[in-house]
């Protein structure tokens, strides 16, 4: 008896954990599903960037989902691309700061959530809604910083492993190489599309390949990490509209609707 109630107190505690433990970046999605989230950088600080479009094109005619992180300087920079992509269902856009700045470790708090809200305010006048997620140029944060990025709705997605694609030294085999080697279920892979990854038009197929032949299927980030900024699902939409409907029919069967009460 004392055995099991320890145990189930362990459970509800285990459930209750991860709502309190807010304030850590999310390195892998969490599940032991063979699934992966794509995920793709559209750093741009002052130097001028633009999709890589093999690259690009490639996903959209793949139809896989992904999440794209774009630095408001990018996505001014790609209006109308940026315009497309937010018609596309399985596309979900994250922010990558407003100009990318490498050193964000050594920012203030102030500094982080400016850079933060200049590049929503910019990609959301783009796209039309607020990005889901936040990723920091270059991994660099602080414990300051990231409070600041989750105060303002965005859970800040990250990565378990690098695919090493913006290294010039890298090639197609040696991506394709490492990436079927590391994978595993859950993991987050991090690649860059604003023509910094080198190589990573001609390996992507190559690797999704590889890794459908695992048994691996590509999921959108929205699905296994719940972001403040998503609204729910159709499915959840339908449920709530079917509830309230529900609750119209039973208050005016009890005589105690509002608009009855007017009448
Ligand atoms: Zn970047």
New binding site residues.
Partial sequence: MRVSSLFIAFLLLAQIAPAVARADVIRRLPTDEKVIALTF???MGHEPASFDRPLLDYLLTRKLPFTV?V?GRFAEHNRADMERLATIGRVTFGN?SWD?PNTMDRYTTQATAAQAARADAAIEAIVGRKPAFF?F??GNFNTEGLAAVEAQGMPVIHWRWATGDPSRAETADRLVARVTRLVEPGDILIF?I?GRGWHTAEALPRIVDALEAKGYRFVSLTDYVASPRVPPTALDRAAALARQAMERVTLGAAGTSPLGAVR
């Fill in positions: 950088d559209a750093c992180f630095t990558h990318h990723r140029p270059a860059h604003n």
